[in-house]
């Protein structure tokens, strides 16, 4: 409870921090967002940007606007996007289901698969297979995943073209469909974190592997298996569980690239859509919103090593 | 149409050489590979950026504009693909001896999509909401001319103008027509827009896709033949024509020829393409050094071999320009008869020489970051380069750009510029001085009367012998080098029929698409 006390703390001073910093970074960014949707060659008078200007609040000096903003998320507010007029919760909550359907099934996959990977290349080591298995998870780490996105887009509309791949229909309407269409860029986004938490998971069972307590068990006749995932791999997931917590991170990072190559609505899309068109407040929001996974993500890492491992004090 | 430059890029930003080679290999393989059926009665489009609004007086960006003009909303007047201005919601219109006054009668028994009937009284507010100045239209300059406007019955109004405007019949086709109850309302048809067109606003998944359906109540016969358009808003190059190869997109409008070359030939798909009114060009800083000197800004014109540019950067798709896009025929000159169309090096230094310029001379180049134009940029570089320029190319992020090209924060920028079909359009709000997209800070009094003398003439051989000594005026020594008009093409499916392309960007012809098995 003390832990959790600490890190609810951490949460609000870094969401503060993060605030301050989106605020101010969005708005150093030059072209202000009257500029960018009129474009180049629209044909506008200075008293009329002004106009749309103080339609949309960007007239007041920067310190006012984020009090103005701060006072009415502290009430519950996130604002409206800047054009249309929609609150930015709605915006939010319509983007945001596919990010989290695509990044869960995409840890699910990556973390799931690294154990069996990462323990079978301990066991292999040093032989063939081993080697195999290196190689393959070098290679996982280093194939960007918009390019594995494509190539495994190209590979299933050649061999089934009648597939639905690009796009998004929510689990509600068509839970095959959605599941269908998620499976690839989910493959694909999981793939680097696969290849990383399993070279992990292996150099963390081959340092357990090399303790005492190992060596003890053994002597004791405990059976090799047994060693292995009673004693060893039991130890080996502290590493990997903090380790997951981090990944969470990359993984909301990767899915705006995924998202891109699969065109799917994720909030990935609307970060960066917010941030080419300056809708100040859904960036602002949005940034907020994946801060707070994050580190909500980091506490439930926390509270799991207590699991783990009973030393800890949950 | 304007706002061209929010065009988004074909290839995103920082996109490496290498993320487009292994993206175009991965292309080439699918587009070998995949065939397929293609499906029902919506069409299924793919789009690269989502709309910032679908307010038809607000939002003028293209991502706008080619998912409602002539779709859901509709003008007076439209621009038909020969660029003619023809009747629309105004089945017919007279005008009075001295251009002042025009009359038009509307269509009949044309409904909004919400189901009350569309009658004088909306084309009255829709005019009055462009002019009104908390609604702040980007538009509201191409009715500066008009004075006033009643609806003297339920299916005639009366618009009179301060001067007469040569122009005013087809600045009437970019002005959408809404219902009346939106006069006042700034932000109720940016989510959800409402018009008399041959098709209506279903749901936008933001990010996702923009859906709409036949609009059973049309005036307009016969009835769209699709039962609906699905504007699918997917960023990646790649991912479009993936889709479009393997049939799960219908069509792509208004790509670029870079992309249409890796389509062109491919299994199941076709192409349209139409020469486009919008203009690349060297803009040039009127106000400042060195291109404050006509003669220098003549010397950069002589200097640009544009049928190279073409070549190089277009893959030979487009045509070198002049002050007019060629489509425009009875307005443009033919290139032949201004003398800097023909590249010289030795003119170009003649001339570097005579304005008593040590060579080289440097300036930075602003560049519109845009993949074609980013290639135009190059060859422009090394094409200066030759007569004694020294250009150094910069290119900036769009948000930056913009903020530097409406300030005039630059030396020279290389940009695309939207063209219009009447030559008013096209010249007066640019080089006239004061004119809003005047950036070059270009002021010539004699370009100025004749420009002032143009606009309300109505003569149209008084006007074309105007409009020529302006292009002449222009062409060499004006603040714009015109470097040239793109091919602007659409790729569909084979099954797709009826399409036709439009130079301005419009999907109106999508009224009379159909898919067949």
Not at chain 1, 183 to 195: D, E, H, T
Not at chain 1, 257 to 275: C, K, S, T, Y
Not at chain 2, 313 to 339: N, R, V
């Amino acid at each position: 409870m003390r832990r959790l006390k600490g890190r609810l703390l951490d949460l609000i001073v870094v969401l503060f921090g993060v605030s301050v910093i989106t605020f101010l970074m969005i708005r150093l960014i030059p072209g202000d967002a009257v500029a960018i949707m009129l474009g180049a060659n629209a044909e506008v008078t200075p008293d009329r940007i002004a106009e749309l200007r103080g339609r949309i609040g960007l007239d007041l000096p920067i310190a006012t606007q984020y009090i103005h903003w701060l006072g009415a998320v502290l009430q519950g507010d996130l604002g409206v996007s800047l054009w249309t007029r929609r609150p930015v919760s709605a915006e939010i909550s319509a983007n945001v289901w596919p990010t989290i359907e695509l990044t869960v099934m995409a840890l699910v996959m990556g973390a799931g698969l690294a154990v069996p990977f990462g323990v079978m290349m301990a066991w292999l080591r040093g032989r063939g297979w081993d080697v195999a298995l290196q190689i393959g998870s070098v290679l996982g780490l280093t194939i960007p995943s918009f390019w594995l996105g494509i190539m495994l887009i190209l590979a299933l509309t050649a061999v089934a073209p009648e597939l639905q791949l690009l796009g998004y229909v929510p689990f509600s309407q068509d839970p095959w469909g959605n599941l269908a269409r998620l499976l690839l860029p989910a493959f694909a986004l999981s793939l680097p974190i696969l290849a990383n938490l399993a070279r992990l998971v292996r150099s963390a069972m081959l340092d357990a592997l090399a303790q005492d307590y190992i060596r003890t068990a053994r002597a004791k006749g405990v059976r090799e298996y047994a060693v292995f995932f009673r004693h060893a791999l039991r130890n080996a997931l502290i590493p990997f569980v903090t380790s997951v917590g981090i990944m969470t991170g990359y993984l909301l990072g990767g899915a705006i690239v995924v998202e891109q190559v699969f065109a799917i609505p994720g909030l990935g899309r609307l970060i960066l859509g917010a941030i080419a068109e300056r809708n100040y407040p859904l960036v602002q929001a949005s940034i907020l919103v994946v801060t707070v996974c994050f580190v909500v993500v980091n506490v439930l890492v926390d509270l799991l090593y207590a699991a783990i491992d009973p030393r800890i004090d949950g | 149409m304007d706002a061209t430059a929010l065009i988004r890029p074909t290839y995103p930003q920082g996109m490496s050489a290498m993320k487009r080679l292994l993206a175009t290999t991965a292309l080439a393989l699918t587009l070998a590979l995949a065939a397929a059926p293609a499906r029902a009665q919506v069409l299924e489009l793919a789009v690269d950026a989502s709309p910032a609004g679908l307010d038809p007086h607000i939002v003028t960006a293209f991502s706008s504009f080619q998912i409602i003009n002539g779709t859901i909303y509709e003008g007076l007047t439209a621009i038909d693909k020969n660029l003619a201005v023809v009747p629309a919601l105004a089945k017919s219109w007279t005008v009075s001896g001295d251009g002042k006054a025009y009359v038009f009668k509307l269509v009949e028994g044309a409904t909004f999509h919400d189901g009350t009937a569309f009658e004088a009284a909306d084309v009255v507010a829709s005019l009055h909401r462009v002019l009104a100045k908390e609604i702040a239209s980007p538009l509201a300059s191409r009715l500066a001319a008009m004075d006033k406007a009643v609806a003297t019955d339920p299916h005639t109004v009366e618009i009179t103008l301060k001067e007469p405007s040569a122009a005013f019949l087809s600045a009437l086709a970019s002005i959408a027509i809404v219902p009346r109850a939106y006069e006042a309302n700034k932000d109720g048809l940016q989510r959800a827009p409402d018009g008399t067109g041959p098709f209506k606003f279903v749901e936008w998944q933001p990010n996702g896709f923009i859906s709409l359906a036949r609009h059973t109540g049309y005036w307009g016969k016969p009835l769209p033949k699709l039962e609906g358009l699905k504007f699918n808003i997917a960023p990646e190059s790649a991912t479009r024509q993936i889709g479009l190869a393997s049939g799960q997109y219908a069509m792509l409008p208004n790509i670029d020829a870079a992309t249409a070359l890796q389509l062109k030939g491919r299994p199941n798909i076709k192409l349209q393409d139409t020469l486009e009114l919008a203009y690349t060009l060297v803009g040039m800083n009127a106000s400042k050094p060195p291109f404050d000197n006509p003669k220098v800004r003549e010397a950069l014109n002589y200097a640009l071999d544009r049928a190279e540019i073409v070549q190089a950067a277009l893959f030979g798709a487009g045509t070198p320009a002049g002050p007019l896009s060629p489509a425009l025929k009875e307005w443009a000159m033919p290139l032949d008869q201004f003398p800097c169309a023909t590249h010289s090096v030795a003119r170009s230094q003649a001339l570097l020489k005579e304005a008593g310029l040590t060579t080289p001379v440097a300036f930075t180049l602003l560049v519109l970051p845009r993949q074609d134009l980013k290639d135009i940029a190059q060859v422009v570089q090394a094409e200066l380069g030759q007569a004694g320029f020294k250009v150094e190319l910069k290119i900036p992020e769009l948000g930056q750009f913009v903020q530097d090209w409406r300030n005039s924060n630059f030396e020279a920028f290389l940009s695309i510029n939207g063209g219009a079909v009447d030559p008013d359009d096209n010249f007066y709000r640019t080089f006239r001085t004061g004119g809003s997209t005047n950036v070059f800070k270009f002021s010539d009094p004699k370009l100025d009367t004749i420009l002032d003398a143009a606009r309300i003439e109505t003569d149209q051989s008084k006007r074309k012998m105007a409009y020529n000594q302006v292009q002449t005026m222009l062409a060499c020594q004006g603040p714009a080098a015109f470097i040239s008009y793109s091919q602007l093409y659409t790729a569909m499916r084979t099954n797709v029929n009826g399409f036709e392309i439009l130079a301005n960007r419009s999907l109106a012809t999508l009224a009379n698409t159909s898919v067949s098995k």
